[in-house]
């Protein structure tokens, strides 16, 4: 009798020991566990936003996410796929999300899920000093320079008219503005950030930056997610952490040298919710 009752008190140690061992390697509680590094891929060719700086992906995208991931208590693994492949890695599900100054619109929420918004952008016009253009409307009969599958690219659509031979389309911003610089093109459009950093950063181009509010809606940029994830959720939370403590601020001082508007971002933050 004694050495069943000691028999099935080992059994039930061994059981507990067993258990304990099988939550240790799971990493801790459930919620520990479902923190883990997260697939990210970017287009870095979109300075100041996200770019090559030696074999380093930086920029202000990249320390926006690094903030939120912190704060979410995900590690990251970042990678530079390209524009289009970024859509195609999120679609399948290969990559966990993607930040890479992508707009939110209707159309891109059919196929994917995005986060709050965390960066309000419009679209502006990049031309030589001496250029004649002042607007949008002065564009039309000229020849301009987009990056393909962007904002900028369908507002050129619109204005004037799809497939119409003066709309260069090339696979960064970078490639567009060559293209002007080399007398290929009269002007880029794409978002204020990168066109109105280039022309300060390169003073010796002589170029400015054109305004047209009439012509070019305000946007916001969002994190990519494939759609139904459940990192929505916890990175949502996170960025409006880091907008209430300062730290997106400091991020967006430390890369353009000026405060956010934080009213219109939070106010769209909350139409979004």
């Known amino acids: ?149 962007t904002t900028g690219q369908a507002a050129m659509d619109k204005l004037l008219g799809k497939n119409n031979e003066d709309i260069k389309k090339f696979d960064n911003n970078n490639l567009a503005i060559m293209e002007m610089l080399s007398g290929g093109a009269d002007a880029v459009v794409a978002d204020n950030g990168v066109v109105e950093v280039y022309a300060k950063n390169n003073p010796k181009e002589k170029l400015k930056v054109i305004e047209d509010s009439g012509s070019f809606e305000a946007e916001y940029y969002g994190i990519l997610f494939p759609k139904g994830t459940d990192l929505k959720a916890d990175l949502d939370k996170a960025i409006k952490k880091i907008v209430e403590n300062g730290t997106y601020e400091e991020i967006y001082q430390k890369w353009f040298g000026q405060e956010p508007n934080l009213k219109m971002l939070k106010a769209e933050q909350e139409a979004s919710e």
């Open 1 to 149: 009798m004694k050495k069943r009752f000691f028999a099935i008190v080992m059994m039930a140690i061994t059981a507990l020991i067993v258990t304990a061992c099988g939550t240790s390697s799971s990493g801790g509680t459930g919620t520990e566990a479902e923190k883990k590094e997260l697939r990210v891929v970017t287009d870095a060719a979109y300075a100041p936003f996200e770019y090559m700086e030696g074999d380093k992906i930086v920029g202000f995208d990249i320390d926006f996410l690094k903030a939120v991931a912190k704060e979410a208590g995900y590690e990251l693994k970042i990678e530079n796929v390209g524009w289009d492949p970024i859509f195609v890695e999120i679609k399948s599900e290969r990559a966990d999300l993607a930040v890479s100054s992508i707009s939110i619109n209707d159309e891109r929420k059919q196929t994917y899920d995005f986060s709050l918004p965390y960066f309000l952008s419009t679209n502006k016009i990049l031309v030589r000093e001496d250029s004649e253009i002042k607007s949008a409307a002065d564009l039309k009969g000229k020849v301009v320079a987009v990056q393909n599958g």
